[in-house]
């Protein structure tokens, strides 16, 4: 591989095209929302248009996977791109390669020195703010700034980040890479024979005239004429180092990309690049179809059995039921709801059978339910809590019917001509004809109660 020009130019570039994503995408606005923003007090996450709530982050995870895999495959086979061109301690302590020049010199000039001590100042400020706007909106931010009203969590935050950035890039800079970074300890391990490294092409040793550039440029400090090591950041300084030195040769460089060992045979599809590329397709087209399907149901629903009241029968031979309701309306407009119980063979009324929710509204209610058609000893039948808008079912859930084992005496099937069609739920029920206490009376229930069977709560489906 010939380098023909400096790589540096192409890295300080995509350092700042990086850079300006990073500070711009909190302002970008899809569909009214930041485009990237995890919004702390409702627990959202909003990516690119969509919203994930906090029982969709699993989808977040999904993606973390997804991520890890498709990392350790570029790793594979692009090695440490990641370290030269797109990690942000390498992009801000590039940003900041005045305060290290400066330094660097032997005969330090004070006003140069104050002025790349203020840039790397400024550069700390700014990013440890924009880390913040991926939590709290940018305009948000600067408004509170400005009325200076930031808040001792938002403010001592951004302190703190800034702080850590500040000592990191005057004190720190490349040398985390080499002494500190896990990633560049894995490196043994995630590179094989046909891994793109920057490497020192030893087969032409004799043509090194030991001029020391490539060393001099190397911000972690070592000698790539020494072989691979893992404080090397892959950022082709040394390349650029050598290149002129050797062009005054006419010689080609003797730093440079190389796949594996330089003048080793390249095998592209080797087992380890086929294995990951296969487990990164599974789990990206994993992450999509989950993030879709997350991103239909706009209604989320759970209902499980209330503990009051009991499920019992009431005294005109109908079922009476009380659910745990469960609403969240994740759209971006209000929710008019009829509820609707779905018992096969049978009818059912709903109390409250109506609710209207606000956008992003979480409410959570008791619905009574009256089951009417239900013979007495028969098997429990299946039932379905819906959902219903104009435009039909919004979401849908199992609902827990519980119907007590032992039906109710004869007599209580009927209900007496002044008798209520329904027993108000959690209401004693009412007297029997004789040999009974009055309705008033604080007496054991008429209609015998089964001791409900403790049900798992349901969750809706779209
Ligand atoms: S050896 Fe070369 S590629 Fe590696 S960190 Fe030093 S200058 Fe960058
Ligand atoms: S810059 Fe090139 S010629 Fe100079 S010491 Fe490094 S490898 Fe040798």
Redesign the pocket.
Known sequence: MTTTRPIGTWRRWAGIAQSLLFLGLPFVRIRGESALRFDVPSLRLHLLGATLWMGELFVVLLATLAATFLFLLVTLVWGRVWCGWSCPQTLLADLTQALASERARKRKRPARLAVAWGLVALVSAVFSAATLWYFVTPEAFLARLLRGELGPVLAGSWAVLGAVLFLDLAFVRASFCASACPYAKLQGVLFDRSTLVVA?DARRDD?????????RVCPTGID??DGLQAACIHCAA?VD??VP??AKRKRP???DYFWGDPGAPRRRWRPAVLALGAASAVAVAGTVAAAVQTGRASLDIVVSQASRPSPRWSADGTVVNAFAVALENRGRTPARLRLVLEVPGSSAALRPDEVALAPGEHRAMTVIATVQGIAPGADTPPARLLAVEAAGVRASARAPLVVPRAPPPPESHAAPPDAPAAAPPGAPPPARRSGVPPASAPAPEAAPVASPTPAAPSRGSP
């Open positions: 020192y043509e090194c005239i030991d001029c020391g550039a490539c060393v790539i004429r040394c180092a050598c030195i050797m460089t003797l730093v």
